[in-house]
């Protein structure tokens, strides 16, 4: 009987989001995830095509999962805003993920792009309600909500090394988009 290809698709996306949250797209090493998911590398070529593609599928699946624990709801940014930071601290591979995705493949991933459309519709509609503040266009507040939730994961080390451990980061992610998204 042969090896059931369902359960090795899974082992292998298994390896590949530890291995490219560990070491992004270029640093991953296709020999690391045959060996991490006790498959030969054949498997990976064979169900996902070249690492970029397999990188792309992990960075999609990881998204869409991401969207589909934390659904925004425009005309309460701040509340998305926390959620969307508690949902990255439990799975700090998503926040790595989308940063080398931000830093190695500067090309949109169907399935983000998915997913950013309908909260940007619903940004949108918020802005012609009245419930969110119209000068800023959606996707643009979108994207400056998202910076919030991952600023301190972008911030300089030069900078973080001031911030030490005090703080509640997520209120103050909370409170930045209050005061960004009032109308």
């Known amino acids: 009987m042969p090896p059931d290809a369902t359960e090795t698709k899974r082992r292998l996306l298994e390896a590949a989001i530890d291995e490219f949250a560990t070491y992004g797209l270029a640093g991953a090493r296709v020999d690391r995830i045959a060996e991490r998911a006790s498959a030969n590398k054949r498997s990976i070529y064979m169900h996902f095509g070249a690492k970029e593609e397999l990188f792309d599928r992990v960075v999609g699946d990881c998204m869409a999962e991401l969207a589909t624990a934390v659904v925004v ?13 508690e949902q990255l601290e439990s799975r700090p591979h998503v926040r790595r993920l989308y940063l080398w995705a931000g830093l190695e493949r500067q090309q949109p991933v169907d399935a983000e792009v998915a997913e950013y459309r309908r909260n940007v519709a619903a940004i949108a509609a918020a802005q ?19 910076a919030l939730v ?25 409170a930045a988009v209050e005061r960004l998204a009032r109308p």
Not at 129 to 146: F, H, N, W, Y
Not at 150 to 155: K, M, P, Q, R
């Open 150 to 174: 991952i600023s301190w994961d972008t911030a300089s080390w030069s900078l973080k090394a001031l911030g030490g451990t005090g703080g509640d980061r997520k209120a103050a992610v909370q």
């Open 73 to 85: 709801d425009a005309g309460d940014l701040p509340r998305y805003a926390g959620a969307l930071f």
């Open 128 to 146: 012609e309600a009245g419930t969110v503040r119209p000068d800023i266009p959606a996707v643009e507040l979108m994207a400056m909500v998202v």
